[in-house]
């Protein structure tokens, strides 16, 4: 799985990579701005050959879970793992500016609503650590931002740096309207952006990894392609298969939305109805090879489904967590179900 995530970090700056990609990026994805993306999320599942990507993540949440999964009194991230995440900040700050010596001082942590979200209370946690490092930290809807001065503000004051948890990865919608164009005009740091999204997170990009005759031509060796080989499950867009034949062949594959989040509109094939499948818009919807995800027993005979979430920065693992559920996708509505600690052996 870390071999994974070095080696997907590679090919986002490998420029053959980047060329072949750059007129399928919508505009937001297009600046180079100079830095990355923080609180990148790899999801895996382990099959019976070895672990699967099943999707990465440029917003991934529940690092707040698997923090209190190990150290369950906690009010805030501490020690080693606390100091992670906000070097991961930093860094991705200091790379923006393009001087290692600054630092933020006002951080804007992003979502639609945020007080309704989930979420909320691992939103405060961070806003806590940024607060103790002396950093202004601040929770807030795009709604509440405003471009103006050659910048954004929040209540009158500039904004350098936006966690950004919105799943509007692109900026396109009319609220963060605002954002793309200081964004746009390198004015704030946004963290995770558009761009990163666009190399890394944007579903469509598990075709491409299937592909390993055109990763070959963007001068891949062979090491790395049965490495991708082995780990990525076959993806293609549902236009380019017969709908017949990815009708009669459901029950091996996942239809998942190009664009969707949090396992919503996601279907597995045995659970698919002819009326779900009609009604599946061909040229946004993936079909990708299932994999099963392993189970782990419970102490009352239950039984989960267990996939591994690993949190990253860059090419480095800040940490790794299990997600045990019930039903078709992964959720955090099952009883006794979430995130777990994972032991390292």
């Not at 070095?6 to 100079?34: M, Q, T, V």
């Not at 906690?74 to 080693?80: I, K, V």
């Not at 790379?95 to 010596?101: S, T, V």
Request: with cysteine; aromatic share 10%; proline share 4%.
């Amino acid at each position: 799985m870390v071999k994974v995530v070095h080696l997907l970090h590679r090919l986002s700056e490998n420029n053959a990579y980047r060329r072949l990609l750059a007129d399928s990026l919508p505009a937001a994805a297009k600046p180079d701005s100079g830095h990355h993306a923080v609180m990148m999320g790899y999801d895996f599942h382990l099959g019976e050959s070895g672990p699967k990507l099943i999707e990465v993540n440029t917003n991934a949440g529940g690092a707040w879970f698997a923090y209190l999964c190990a150290n369950p009194l906690a009010s805030r991230f501490g020690g080693r793992p606390g100091t992670r995440l906000l070097s991961s900040f930093l860094t991705d700050y200091a790379l923006f500016k393009r001087d290692i010596d600054a630092r933020p001082e006002t951080i804007v942590i992003l979502d639609a609503f945020p007080e309704t979200q989930f979420l909320y209370p691992e939103m405060q946690v961070f806003a806590a650590l940024f607060k103790q490092a002396g950093i202004q930290a601040m929770i807030a809807d795009p709604q509440m931002l405003q471009a103006k001065h050659g910048g954004l503000y929040l209540n009158d004051r500039r904004v350098d740096m936006i966690y950004n948890r919105h799943c509007d990865f692109y900026l396109q919608t009319p609220g963060m309207a605002g954002i793309l164009e200081a964004w746009m005009n390198a004015q704030v740091c946004l963290s995770p952006n558009p761009r990163a999204y666009g190399l890394l997170a944007d579903k469509r990009r598990m075709v491409l990894w299937s592909d390993l005759e055109m990763l070959r031509e963007l001068g891949l060796n062979e090491h790395d392609l049965e490495l991708l080989g082995k780990t990525i499950p076959y993806t293609e867009l549902l236009e380019s298969m017969d709908r017949d034949e990815a009708w009669l062949s459901r029950r091996q594959w996942v239809f998942k939305p190009d664009t969707g989040y949090g396992s919503r509109g996601v279907y597995a094939g045995d659970k698919l109805t002819r009326t779900k499948f009609a009604g599946l818009n061909p040229q946004h919807t993936l079909v990708q090879q299932r994999v099963s995800a392993s189970i782990t027993k419970a102490g009352d005979n239950a039984s989960f489904k267990t996939d591994f979430r690993l949190f990253v920065y860059r090419n480095r693992v800040l940490c790794v967590s299990a997600r045990l559920y019930q039903g078709q996708v992964t959720n955090l509505r099952t009883e006794n179900g979430g995130f777990a600690k994972v032991f390292l052996v």
